[in-house]
């Protein structure tokens, strides 16, 4: 029962910049972590970057200094700013966000969703 819509993605050349953002809709009062994951042609989905709803986060180890994570707090908005991008960043970027809650009997639930993803191509 979650939406997650990405939008920013596009073309742009070598060194160059983008940013990425994504909102959530539906039923977000659970989420406490979202975040981005990519996938290139004929690769496996890879973390990007994460944020929890108490600012901390986690970056895949080749992407930190060049990528940096911003939102994920009460608005459940994220954003993913790119700079100095690489041919090897190519991919589907997709929206994350995870949501953990508790039943009635107190047993934690949790769900993983994903938006549908939006393209940036990196190229001369």
């Known amino acids: 029962q979650v939406r997650l819509v990405e939008s920013g993605g596009g073309s742009v050349q070598p060194g160059g910049s983008l940013r990425l953002s994504c909102s959530a809709s539906?039923?977000?009062?659970?989420?406490?972590?979202m975040g981005w994951y990519r996938q290139a042609p004929g690769k496996s989905r890879e973390l990007v970057a994460t944020i929890t709803d108490r600012g901390v986060t986690n970056y895949a180890d080749a992407l930190k200094g060049r990528f940096t994570i911003a939102g994920g707090g009460v608005d459940h908005t994220v954003s993913l700013q790119m700079n100095s991008l690489k041919p090897e960043d190519t991919a589907v970027y997709y929206c994350?966000?995870?949501?953990?809650?508790?039943?009635?009997?107190?047993?934690?639930?949790?769900?993983?969703?994903w938006g549908q993803g939006t393209q940036v191509t990196v190229s001369s």
């Open positions: 539906g039923s977000t009062v659970d989420i406490n972590r």
């Open positions: 994350y966000a995870h949501e953990a809650y508790q039943s009635s009997g107190g047993a934690t639930y949790v769900d993983d969703y």
